[in-house]
């Protein structure tokens, strides 16, 4: 025992006298999570648009908004610029100081065509004054745009340029927004439309001297140019425009579906035009597609009531020039498989639907005695609605994401030895998956795959297939030490998976419980430095 005892000690001490290493090591066995997904009938059909019925029956109730028109397409007003010369009569003459050269009621013309508006609203835009002085004295302008207001203020532009002669003129340049203002476009004696009118008044330097002209001498040159003028509303006839619109929307029904047959119990569309501007129109929609753009498949509506007939649309109103008066009008059309296609546009899983829009303003000329109007931003929208119940057959699905994948502080790790990987299902849908792994790299390119051997089993269900509980199904994946270095590289994953509803092509309801929750843990030895 004395022996023992003494070689214990005699250990422990030269061991305590040795160099300490700064780099030790362990072999260890893990076992932990690395990736965890969870797919329910939100990602099935990659939308967020589904509800459930009080007895967990889920239907589709996509709904969008969006806006096919610009008002451009209805009418635009061009940069215009007009000259004003103000000239001496044909005799010489001293012109004192303080005396005045007046041009008034000057009418600036639009030019927008069959557009005849009597009244605008400026939202942007600018008024660019340009003057040019060649009499031996300082002229101070005044230049007004008597009827148009803003905050109960005229338009009104001052300015100054200093004394000069024919051989040394003198210039100014000056730009001034004009955003906010409200005119009145029918011009000095209120009989017009499309016109602007604006005064200019000149006065010689009254602190100056007196100067002499010739005749014909140029008193006032000046040049007035209106820049970039965008209305926010405007009133008057809007003309017989015609103008067309191809509108696609992503509306996401196809959603991580790449593949397969689904066969649709019932479908409703519903197709809305909305109509904010103050003119009756006629719309036309001439071809309505469902695009599936990984098949490459397009499939046309065929609605005979529908496709290439007028849409008659009545006039919106207002009660004052506030975008929130507003009183749009609506046309409905709904769609369903009595007087159309709709069952085959959606079995196509379209990711986008694509329709062209022709709109016809005053179909029957000016009615409202020029009293159409227009809000800028609040023209023609469109309002697409698909209803549609969560039940139907599918045959050989092929459903595609991707997910996370990380071993935490995987730079710590040498991969030592073999290593399983189990994937963990829990599987609340009432049919078989057939599943596939694929290793990404930060480019989303495929590194390697993981095979998996077995299916991943269907949840127990009763005799009108709707699922009673939940199946779970353990798969192992032995890995190499190659393919487990390549694992701590791995960012995400590439998950694919194959399914056909039972008894195909019998239609089953989906529910809100339905949800396969996938994990996949790792059980093998590691070197930690």
Known sequence: ????????????????????????????????????????????????????????????????????????????????????????????SSISPGTPFVSNNND????????????????????????????????????????????????????????????DPKFFTGEYDFSGYRIDLTGFAGNLVNSLTYNVKATSDPNGVVFNVAGLDTMVNLKSTLLSIRPSFVRGYLGQVNTTAN??????????????????????????????????????VSSLRSINNLTGNIVNLAAPSFINHYLNINRAGINSSLVDSLQPTFYSIQLDQSNSNIKNIIENLPDKIDYDLSLNLNPLGNNSGSNDFVFSEKLLDTRLRIKMPLRFALNQLLLADTVPFSINNATDFDAVGPLTLTVLADNGFPFDMNIQLFLLDNTQSIVDSLFVPD???????????????????????????????????????????????????????????????????????????
């Open 1 to 92: 025992m004395f022996r023992c005892c003494f070689a214990l000690c005699l250990l422990i001490l030269v061991s305590a006298c040795k160099k300490e290493n700064k780099h030790p090591q362990w072999d260890i066995e893990v076992y932990g999570p690395l990736l965890h997904a969870t797919l329910g009938m939100n990602e099935l059909v990659g939308s967020s648009s589904i509800e459930a019925d009080s007895n967990g029956a889920q239907i589709l109730d996509f709904d969008t908004i969006f806006s096919a028109f610009k008002i451009d397409s209805i009418y635009q007003i061009k940069d215009t610029t007009l000259f004003t010369f103000i000239t001496f009569p044909n005799f010489p």
């Open 108 to 167: 600036i013309s639009l030019g927008l065509g069959s557009i005849q508006l009597k009244e605008a609203i400026v939202s942007s835009g600018k008024i660019r004054l340009e003057i040019k002085n060649t009499l031996n004295s300082k002229v101070n302008f005044i230049y007004t745009i008597p009827r148009a207001y803003k905050n109960g203020i005229a338009f009104t532009v001052n300015a100054t340029v200093d004394s000069a002669s024919v051989t």
């Open 247 to 284: 509108t696609t929307e992503n509306i996401g029904v196809g959603g991580l579906i790449k593949n397969g047959t689904v066969l649709i119990d019932s479908v409703q569309m519903n197709l809305d035009i909305i109509n904010y501007i103050g003119a009756d129109a006629q719309a036309i």
């Open 455 to 529: 299916l991943i089993a269907a949840a127990p269900y009763d005799a009108s297939y709707r699922a009673t509980g939940i199946k779970r199904t353990e798969i192992k994946i032995p890995v190499d030490a190659i393919r487990k270095q390549r694992l701590l590289s791995v960012e995400r994953v590439g998950v694919r998976m194959k399914f056909n509803t039972p008894d195909y092509p019998q239609k089953i309801q989906f529910y809100a419980n339905y949800k396969l929750d996938l994990k996949m843990v790792a059980d093998g030895i590691y070197s930690i430095r």
